[in-house]
């Protein structure tokens, strides 16, 4: 029975699903306005390996993830650029979806964007402005933290010396600033990008939009909600004083909290600029796999202290399984089985299962299957091994990167943004008469299953 740590009441808690065998969970998404870095993406890791074990236990999953297109950072970021905003967050918004098929992330069942729903924010508005828990003041509406005496039961937060009707403006803000929030802001500036309302011009509060989308698709309570552990206070505070003040219901039952992603002892975010893409170390040369392994490797409610040393080991231990795995495939052994292994394969199942069910304790899981693999290579070594272990080998293997899908991804495939680079660079070396390089690019593209065609119209390219 899978376990998990309950941010709302700080316990270790089954798992039990409102609705038969069906989990309804939400999990924050990007604010696309650039390329995610690495810290967000342990979240999105530790969300899509909650996702995946979900299923392996035979659930049902309605997993909704959004994109904030809409908020402080993507305004300003679209203004600095000058485009416009929808222009700059399907950019990002694109360059995401690659990143997570770079990682083999699953795709959650609905990507909503929070710019497609103004008219749930605006219910959800006239809700809370109705039963008394909203007000609008100069253009903007706000919400009455006073009104709501449940306000701090997921952060714990205390709201002694707070100053009632002090407001605060700011998406993001921390607990000194614990006031009322904004959930529908005037515009600041000129050509902000608005929309019109019985209050007047304006845009979404960030947490209004979270709230609003995940009630449209899972309704008024729903099972989990997901995201970094920096969004607890205020975002997700914020999220169940707004949803259960408007619906008088229950928001979520379970809060799952992803821990940071650390550089030197510090939070890799992008106001601090210590962040690292995902882009930036595929290109120094790390592969995805041995990135998404390193990020499994932590179970997701301690910190990860990032180093390329760690990195460079995950890569190696990867490596490793992924060699023993092909080793076994190649291996011609004699028919049977041998007792010993059989009981191996079942003890690291077990414990597999357990690791995963306490907390999702994949330092737990990976341990099983390493000293599994460590038994085996004995076999291996003594001539013991059978036919009938190296099918069991290899299907526990299959079974267990269900969940972690760091085995099965195929390490070569290129993204085809990649290939157009590659493309543009060979054209730019035969345009520079550089056919040493061309012919190299030609040939490693040929290797990975990309064969190319030089039309009239320029070059084109299909996956064998
Ligand atoms: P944002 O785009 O800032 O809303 O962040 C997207 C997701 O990444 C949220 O769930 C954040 O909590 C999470 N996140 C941001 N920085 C980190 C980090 N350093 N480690 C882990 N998760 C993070
Ligand atoms: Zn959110």
Redesign the pocket.
Known sequence: MLKLRNTLSGLVEELQPLEGRRVRMYA????VYDYGHI??F???VSVDLLRRYLKFQGFEITHVMNF?DVDDNTIDRAARERVSLRELTDRYIDVFLEDMRTLNLETPELMPRATDHIPEMLSLIERLLKRGYAYVSEGSVYFRVGAFPGYGKLSKINLEGNIAGARVDADKYDKDNARDFVLWKAPKREGEPGWETPWGRGRPGWHLECSAMSMRYLGETFDIHC?????IFPHHENEIAQSECATGKPFVRFWYH?????VEGE???KSLGNYLTLRDLVAKGFKPMAIRYALISVPYRRQLNFTFDGLRAAGKTLEGLLDFRRRLQEATCESGASPALTEAVARARAEFIEGMDDDLNTARALGAIHSLVRDANIAVAEGSLRAGDREALLEFLAEADQVLGVLGHEEGELLDSEIQDLIRERNQARGDRNFGRSDEIRILLAERGILLEDTKAGTRWRRK
């Open positions: 924050c998404g990007l604010t810290g967000n342990r979240t999105f904030t995201g970094g552990v920096d969004l992803t821990e940071f992603l650390q939070k890799m975010s």
